[in-house]
Structure formats: C-alpha cells, structure tokens
Nanobody, 115 residues
C-alpha cells in the first residue's frame, strides 16, 4: 500500500514560483518512478513531469524550462519546483505512482496563478 500526500500549493502572481512536495509512504519508494499531473477546472488531468528511479526526468512541453522535478529517496519525497508561473498553470496538482499492487494518487494541492 502506498499513500501520497501533496503540499505547497497556494496563490501566486504571474512570474512567481512555488515548490510542491509529495510525501510517499510505503517501502520501495526509491525503486518507483514518480509523476506529477495537473487538472484545471473543466479539463482532463494532464501529465506534467516524471522522474525515474535513477533520476531520469521527463516534462510536458508546456512546462519545459520552467518546472523541475526532483526526489529525495532518503526522505521518500518528490518535489516540483515551478518557476515563471503563468495563469494557465492554475490547476490542482497531483502526485502519482504505479507499482505492482496498483496505481496511487495523492489528494491534490491547488495552485492558483493570478494577479
């Protein structure tokens, strides 16, 4: 069983920064790829970024160069550093992982980019 808890969301002005955190419970965290998704009101949930067990990263085109995903295996944590935020980045951000026993989502954290 895996539990994912996101934090760090909030209200930020365009051009600002936020760092999201995802705390993961359960063993074997370091072996799992971790991903961030986001869902804006009335839209589907979209991929944002991923980090493999070895640290390889992948990003959606819309966030490349602005967002950075990282992980701390000693703390079972995944982070999403978001810079140069735009109003279109407004969404609920979710942490996600998939292991043999199934797929797991966090409860989400709201990010609002507005002046």
């Amino acid at each position: 069983q895996v539990q994912l808890v996101e934090s760090g969301g909030g209200l930020v002005q365009p051009g600002g920064s936020l760092r999201l955190s995802c705390a993961a419970s359960g063993s074997g965290f370091s072996n799992n790829a971790m991903k961030w998704y986001r869902q804006a009101p009335g839209k589907q949930r979209d991929f944002v970024a991923a980090i493999g067990s070895g640290g390889t990263t992948n990003y959606a085109d819309s966030v490349k160069g602005r967002f950075t995903i990282s992980r701390d295996n000693a703390k079972n944590m995944v982070y999403l550093q978001m810079n140069s935020l735009k109003p279109e980045d407004t969404a609920v951000y979710y942490c996600y992982t998939q292991i043999l026993s199934g797929s797991y989502w966090g409860q989400g954290t709201q990010v609002t980019v507005s002046s």
